[in-house]
């Protein structure tokens, strides 16, 4: 039973962060939304049921469901297999104390786990290998590398890559990082196309502006399954 309510609060979570959309040549490919139908569906039967007085019932659609979704899992780690070696287009700002030298390559592709409620491993990652050239260095300890998701619906996420070790002034650096699929519904994540490496300033400001966005989009869906009163 304590199994079947962390399934149920982790399918309500994926559940706001997904929908709609079908772009299989963005970064992302239709991966998300591709679990949005069973997981939807799923919900709005559970929204009929009384499961005070029809737990049976709840238990026997929750069998179902995780059963649906282990077969989709199988099936989407086929569309993931085919990710892998794809590059993904960046641009880069001006005066940035690196630039990339290399294409950034997906090396293998994580799926959403069922089960993981909230953090990071919840949603869909990539992992890429790319190579940098230190053109200066700083005086701090690590070199953060600033980045936007964009694409069709403008800049729709955000995140960071750190490097920790000792570098100097050109230095070629080779490496593995992990591409967080942003926690927006699926026709955002799927109409990421590149990345834009942006200064720490431009991260900032861009980052206030997303979270607003995303707030907005999280609320929309809320209220769409009901789970939001007027």
């Known amino acids: 039973m304590k199994k079947g309510k ?5 399918v309500y979570l994926m559940v706001l962060s997904s929908c709609g959309g079908n ?3 963005t970064m992302f490919g239709d991966i998300p939304s591709a679990y949005e139908e069973k997981m939807i569906n799923w919900v709005k039967d559970m929204q009929q049921l009384n499961t005070d007085d029809k737990k049976s019932e709840a238990l026997a659609l929750l069998a ?16 993931a297999e085919k990710m892998k070696g794809q590059t ?23 799926l959403p786990k069922l089960g993981v409620i909230g953090g990071r491993d919840s949603g869909m990652r990539l992992k890429v290998k ?24 403008g ?14 002034v050109g230095d070629t650096l080779h490496l593995e990082k992990m591409i967080y699929a942003p926690d927006v519904p699926a026709q955002y994540q799927e109409s990421c196309r590149s990345l834009a490496f942006v200064s720490e300033g431009v991260f900032e400001s861009e980052r206030k502006v997303i979270r607003e966005k995303q707030k907005e989009w999280t609320d929309a869906r809320k209220k769409e399954l009901g789970l939001k009163k007027e």
């Not at 962390?6 to 982790?10: G, P």
């Not at 179902?64 to 569309?79: G, P, S």
């Open 155 to 168: 800049n729709v996420g955000y995140g960071t890559f750190s490097i920790s070790q000792k570098v100097t």
């Open 6 to 10: 962390m399934i149920l609060a982790s």
């Open 23 to 25: 772009s299989s040549d």
């Open 88 to 110: 993904i287009e960046y641009t880069i700002e001006e005066g940035l104390p690196y630039q990339l030298v290399s294409d950034i390559q997906v090396d293998e592709v994580k």
């Open 130 to 153: 790319f190579s940098v050239v230190l053109a200066e260095v700083s005086e701090e300890a690590s070199l953060r590398l600033y980045y936007l998701l964009t694409g069709d619906e």
């Open 64 to 79: 179902d469901f995780t059963k649906e979704m282990e077969e989709l899992q199988k099936e989407m780690e086929v569309r």
